[in-house]
């Protein structure tokens, strides 16, 4: 997933990384909050899904230490970081101003 994933997060467009955990309760209340965001954007923007047991490399690099956490990245940088539950409109009002 290396590899892949610096590709992705290198497009032009906001790319919303979810770092989660299968047995994550808030995680499981952020997924449909992230659909949501993606279905209301569109192509504006990508969402991904980074599952920290199975990728902790990735995890590591970022040192995400709690799930969920949410780094948005445009043109291979990281632009915004947040840990926890994030609300719909905090992440359309964060993705409004680097689209």
């Given at each position: 997933?290396?590899?892949?994933?610096?590709s992705i997060?290198?497009?032009?467009?906001?790319?919303?990384?979810?770092?989660?955990?299968?047995?994550c309760g808030?995680?499981?209340?952020?997924?449909?909050?992230?659909?949501?965001?993606?279905?209301?954007?569109?192509?504006?923007?990508?969402?991904?899904?980074?599952?920290?047991?199975?990728?902790?490399?990735?995890?590591?690099?970022?040192?995400?230490?709690?799930?969920?956490?949410?780094?948005?990245?445009?043109?291979?940088?990281?632009?915004?970081?947040?840990?926890?539950v994030v609300?719909?409109?905090?992440?359309?009002?964060?993705?409004?101003?680097?689209?």
């Amino acid at each position: 997933m290396k590899g892949n994933f610096d590709s992705i997060i290198s497009d032009s467009k906001p790319v919303i990384v979810d770092f989660h955990a299968l047995w994550c309760g808030p995680c499981k209340m952020q997924s449909p909050i992230l659909k949501e965001v993606a279905a209301e954007l569109g192509d504006t923007v990508r969402v991904i899904k980074i599952d920290v047991d199975t990728n902790n490399q990735i995890a590591g690099r970022y040192n995400v230490q709690s799930v969920p956490t949410i780094i948005i990245f445009k043109n291979g940088k990281q632009i915004w970081r947040q840990s926890g539950v994030v609300s719909k409109s905090q992440l359309k009002n964060v993705l409004m101003q680097n689209i």
